[in-house]
């Protein structure tokens, strides 16, 4: 960790780390959600149904739900670094891909595959922590993730207008492309520009990669459990593109599917067994263990708070625009309001986080979650436009100040575990994104709010079951030396 003082003027040593880390995330949302405020667009040039553009929905978030397990395994083994660079260029081939599609088929295996960027939020998470104290921590995550996820707001606000700019029916493609080529030479500059850690900093990595450690027989089955989820959200979407929903795969297909994800599953439950079958004959020092536990209520959190956000940032511009009979421009500029109060709201719920307490500050922003929900329910079109909108960045502010503050603890858990714990938590808010919308497909607007509602209020019960994070957390180095890093 470095000393200098938090500045966020500065562009030198931990301050130049965070600041290109949440542009390289904020890279990856411009990306991923290039598609959101163009839908009209896109599917006007393709030919597209309003079930195949609302399947592109599903499918632009649901490769995430692997890819941050898996990218956050990669992060604790490589180094945000290089994984971080690795991310932003190869993700920038299926952006170009949908920029180039002719057919549903390929705009789909292009929206699929792009899912895979969404990954990128963990690695900065890492990456951050490596390089501010514990005081400062809850903060500079929410910077991370805050200004970061500016990025769906600044394509809401951006890609139409560079869409009329280029003109024409292929207006839409040039714009996507765009986001590409700014993927491909970022990830360059990236590079070039960070370290891992501090100079002298021990870089800390799992025992084993192969699946997430537990210190206890409880969280042996409690992980496995909690694993289900993420493998239901993937059999979901398989359902949605079986005949029963728009009918893109076979039947035949959809149940290999299923099969294959039954396999995976068990393939995951032998791996989870060879990491920690010590706890089933050896007691592990108390020094050295974790509670899973925690980790299970920020996994509940971020599939209402962050899922939710997904899912909103995709539909809203569709909401307005038939809600209030806007144009596509004008419906993307107001929809983009309720991503632009990531400007403030998720770096507010870190620093709130770390004045006044992990734990109190997710309750009251939970809470607030729900009410938020609640109210955008009641929204339709007779209401002023500008009420709806305040409701709606009403309502951003404590979905992304949750957010924060979930993420002001995922690094407080187990240090050298921060990729892969960042990484299952930010998999649930992709499980969250197409929970909410494949509901979205069957219901309309104000249900689909009040879903996100009801959620929000079953994890505000789990949170009584949260402890508030303290004391320290014991480290091994790869010389087997002990650290005691302090996260009071």
């Not at 020094?287 to 899922?307: E, P, W």
């Not at 309502?395 to 921060?418: D, W």
């Not at 019960?461 to 957390?473: A, S």
Request: some cysteine; overall charge neutral; aromatic content about 14%.
């Amino acid at each position: 960790m470095t000393s200098d003082t938090f500045n966020i003027f500065k562009f030198s040593g931990k301050m130049k780390i965070l600041h290109l880390s949440w542009m390289a995330f904020f890279i990856t949302f411009l990306v991923w959600f290039n598609f959101a405020p163009m839908l009209q667009a896109v599917k006007e040039s393709l030919g597209l149904t309003s079930d195949e553009i609302k399947t592109l929905l599903i499918l632009n978030v649901a490769l995430t739900i692997p890819a941050r397990v898996f990218i956050g395994m990669l992060t604790d083994k490589y180094g945000p670094r290089l994984v971080y660079s690795a991310l932003l260029a190869i993700c920038s081939i299926p952006c170009f891909m949908f920029a180039f599609a002719d057919s549903f088929i390929q705009a789909a295996i292009a929206r699929f595959l792009l899912g895979f960027i969404g990954a990128g939020f963990v690695i900065g998470i890492r990456m951050v922590s490596e390089w501010f104290p514990h005081n400062e921590l809850g903060t500079a995550e929410g910077i991370y993730g805050g200004w970061g996820n500016f990025g769906s707001a600044a394509a809401a606000f951006t890609l139409p207008t560079v869409a009329v700019l280029f003109g024409g029916e292929d207006g839409w493609r040039y714009a996507i492309g765009l986001t590409g080529v700014i993927s491909l030479v970022f990830a360059f500059i990236y590079y070039a520009n960070v370290t891992n850690t501090p100079k002298g900093s021990t870089y800390f990595k799992p025992k084993n990669l192969g699946a997430m450690e537990v210190t206890s027989k409880g969280d042996f089955f409690f992980l496995l459990i909690m694993k289900l989820p993420m493998y239901a959200a993937i059999a979901l979407l398989a359902w949605k593109l079986s005949p029963a929903g728009v009918d893109m795969l076979s039947q035949f297909v959809v149940n290999s599917i299923y099969v294959g994800l039954f396999a995976l599953y068990l393939l995951e439950v032998y791996k989870v067994w060879q990491v920690n079958k010590e706890v089933f004959t050896t007691e592990i020092p108390q020094l050295h263990r974790y509670s899973f536990k925690q980790v299970a209520v920020l996994d509940i959190l971020y599939f209402t708070n962050f899922g939710s956000e997904l899912a909103v940032v995709s539909m809203l511009p569709l909401f307005f625009a038939e809600t209030f009979s806007l144009d596509p421009v004008l419906a993307g500029l107001v929809a983009g309001a309720y991503a632009f109060m990531n400007l403030m709201s998720r770096p507010a719920g870190g620093w709130i986080s770390d004045k006044f307490g992990r734990k109190s500050t997710l309750m009251i922003l939970t809470a607030g979650l729900a009410g938020g929900y609640a109210l955008m329910g009641m929204v339709d079109g007779q209401w002023p436009l500008w009420l709806a909108v305040a409701i709606a960045m009403g309502c951003s502010f404590f979905v992304q100040s949750g957010e924060g503050a979930v993420f002001a603890v995922v690094p407080l858990i187990k240090r050298r575990m921060t990729g892969q714990i960042a990484g299952m938590t930010g998999a649930f808010g992709n499980v969250g994104a197409v929970t909410f919308l494949t509901v979205l497909s069957f219901v309309d607007y104000s249900t689909f709010f009040y879903v996100i509602a009801g959620t929000a209020v079953i994890g505000l019960i789990t949170l009584i079951f949260m402890d508030e994070p303290r004391g320290q957390i014991a480290e091994v180095a790869e010389d087997g030396s002990v650290h005691m890093i302090d996260v009071s």
